[in-house]
């Protein structure tokens, strides 16, 4: 029955003069649409994995960062590379300056990098805008002993904000300062 229905299509169509056809526009908006949508997002920012409990600090520095190792700082925990390395309840003692469990997972990374560069390797640290400094300190100085001395920190990006819509306080502040021998300056 197929057959003959077909059949019957095909000569009705004849008659009409009207052939099968592919209307094209749809589908030209459809791909104008996606280049223009492709054009718009693929922009040079580097976006970090955040988590929601770290809320990262404001900059107005204009340096961006390179691709590296990235250590996030919680409440609760040290994770490298989305691996927990240490807990911070357990850094609490003053007699630990550095941090066995981030240390051992720097030597790692940096025994799988191969060649130390001039200045140590880099790497980014994320942290809360309220983390103690006490604590920022002693994951600097762990990485700094396992030869990743360039260290930056993770910050929001504000665009188009001189020093003085930033305060008073933070008027006469640089983005990028040189701390314990660690480049500390502004990563998106």
Same mark, same amino acid.
């Given at each position: 029955?197929?057959?003959?229905? *077909? ?7 004849? =008659? *009409?003069? =009207?052939?099968?056809? %592919?209307? +094209?526009? @749809? ?9 223009f949508? +492709?054009?718009?997002?693929?922009? &040079? ?8 409990? #770290?809320?990262?600090?404001? @900059?107005?520095? &204009? =340096?961006?960062?390179?691709?590296? %190792?990235? /250590?996030? #700082? ?21 007699? #630990? ?8 997972? +720097? ?15 880099? /790497?980014? #640290? ?10 920022? =300190? ?19 990006? %504000?665009?188009n904000?001189?020093?003085?819509? +930033?305060? @008073?306080?933070?008027?006469?502040q ?7 021998g ?7």
């Amino acid at each position: 029955m197929s057959q003959i229905r *077909h059949q019957q299509r095909r000569v009705a169509q004849k =008659k *009409h003069g =009207k052939g099968g056809s %592919l209307n +094209l526009v @749809s589908l030209m908006d459809i791909f104008t649409i996606l280049v223009f949508f +492709l054009m718009v997002n693929s922009s &040079e920012v580097e976006v970090l994995q955040t988590s929601s409990n #770290i809320k990262l600090p404001d @900059s107005t520095a &204009e =340096k961006t960062p390179k691709n590296q %190792l990235v /250590i996030s #700082i919680s409440e609760e925990d040290l994770i490298l590379q989305g691996r927990p390395v240490a807990r911070v309840e357990d850094l609490l003692d003053p007699s #630990i300056s550095v941090i066995d469990g981030l240390r051992a997972e +720097l030597e790692y990374q940096a025994n799988r990098k191969g060649e130390i560069p001039d200045g140590g390797f880099e /790497i980014t #640290i994320m942290g809360d805008k309220e983390l103690p400094y006490w604590l920022l =300190k002693k994951v600097m100085l762990t990485c700094q002993t396992t030869d990743f001395a360039r260290i930056s920190l993770a910050v929001n990006k %504000l665009e188009n904000v001189t020093p003085a819509d +930033l305060g @008073s306080e933070a008027a006469g502040q640089e983005t990028a300062d040189v701390v314990g021998g660690a480049r500390v300056g502004g990563a998106s």
